[in-house]
């Protein structure tokens, strides 16, 4: 007798066990084949939403850029505004200051109007060339800082962006809508207007 057959016949369970082995060898197959099923529909998702994750990404980055171009935008837009208002307010300083002025050269231009006989005494001789002076220098100081008289002189074209009508008169003489009569001169700051000048014009 021999071994094999002694060993199968001491142990009844070896031949079960052989043949319980090789009827499960069929069944291992067919876990190994799902298990690759499975990986590959792993792969096909993962793959599609690595699309779709590529897709959102690349709309966020385009987003962002849009974002940045606008704010760039803004904040140069921002920095030119600055820079306008300081050279504006650099500019214009003293306009508060040159609308106070305006009456001290009111009270001038009215004093230099009045008719004076000078041949009276030799202080009002010197009194009247003083004034004249005054008004001078003061006029040139006035010009030094920007400050100009608006044109308004009897005949000139009626301009309502420096002129102020206050009344309207029948002439003969002056053309229509042009200037009869400067009742208060105007004045401009660096070509911003401090004043307009009181008119009469022609109707």
């Not at 041949?119 to 005054?134: I, R």
């Not at 044109?151 to 309207?168: L, N």
């Not at 008169?169 to 809508?177: A, H, I, Y």
């Amino acid at each position: 007798m021999s071994k094999n057959s002694q060993k199968q016949d001491e142990n009844p369970e070896f031949e079960q066990a052989e043949g319980d082995s090789a009827e499960e060898s069929p069944v291992d197959n067919d876990d190994g084949q799902d298990q690759e099923a499975d990986t590959d529909e792993f792969e096909e998702v993962s793959r599609n939403d690595l699309v779709e994750m590529l897709v959102e990404a690349r709309s966020q980055i385009e987003e962002m850029k849009d974002g940045y171009v606008r704010a760039r935008a803004d904040v140069e837009n921002i920095q030119r505004r600055s820079q306008n208002e300081m050279v504006s307010a650099r500019k214009f300083a003293i306009e508060g200051f040159a609308r106070e002025l305006l009456n001290v050269i009111d009270s001038l231009h009215q004093a230099a109007i009045v008719d004076i006989d000078v041949a009276q005494d030799e202080a009002t001789v010197k009194m009247n060339e003083g004034l004249g002076l005054t008004l001078k220098q003061f006029e040139k100081v006035m010009g030094n800082f920007g400050i100009a008289q608006v044109e308004a002189e009897t005949g000139t074209r009626f301009d309502p962006d420096v002129h102020q009508a206050i009344s309207m008169v029948d002439s003969g003489e002056v053309k229509t809508n042009h200037i009869v009569e400067v009742m208060q001169k105007g004045f401009t700051l660096k070509e911003r207007l401090l004043r307009p000048a009181m008119v009469v014009i022609a109707n």
